[in-house]
């Protein structure tokens, strides 16, 4: 699907407020709502749009301390990393999970209430059973900028 210019216009106001009401977005995109309601039912079914959700205040929430942890797996084949993939899957405190090129197999953020919760996490969770041979954990000391808004030109 290729996107014009109302497309665009739609998605950054989504992004910005996906509890938005038709009239209110058609309105701001400048469209009558039934022409605007029929292109983002389009923008859904094309899978550009994926799915609504909340952006839950993680410090609110108990989850105040979110670690990178680079990841080396015991072996580079299909079925490891597909094992690797799948428990990834499972875990809710796995925020994000990046298969790498490069240094390390893999990439992911954790969502944690405090260090000793990561460390019960990660020596129950990122082990050999899994696939595992080596962790590294990076700890930001500040949050500059987190966005879910793609920058759409």
């Not at 990393?81 to 790498?100: G, Q, S, W």
Request: proline share 5%; net charge neutral.
């Amino acid at each position: 699907m290729r996107l014009d210019e109302i497309d665009k216009r739609i998605l950054r106001a989504l992004q910005r407020d996906g509890r938005m009401q038709n009239v209110e977005l058609a309105k701001e995109v400048g469209l009558s709502p039934s022409p605007c309601l029929r292109r983002v039912k389009l923008l859904e079914d094309a899978g550009v749009i994926d799915r609504y959700v909340a952006v839950v205040n993680p410090v609110k929430a108990g989850l105040p301390l979110s670690l990178f942890a680079r990841v080396w797996l015991t072996a580079q084949d299909a079925e490891t990393i597909d094992h690797f993939i799948a428990a990834m899957r499972k875990l809710p405190e796995v925020m994000e999970c990046y298969i790498m090129l490069g240094e390390s197999d893999a990439l992911l953020r954790v969502a944690v209430s405090d260090l000793d919760d990561y460390r019960q996490f990660q020596s129950t969770h990122l082990t050999k059973v899994n696939g595992i041979q080596n962790v590294k954990t990076d700890v930001p000391s500040q949050v500059v900028k987190q966005t879910y808004t793609l920058p759409l030109r």
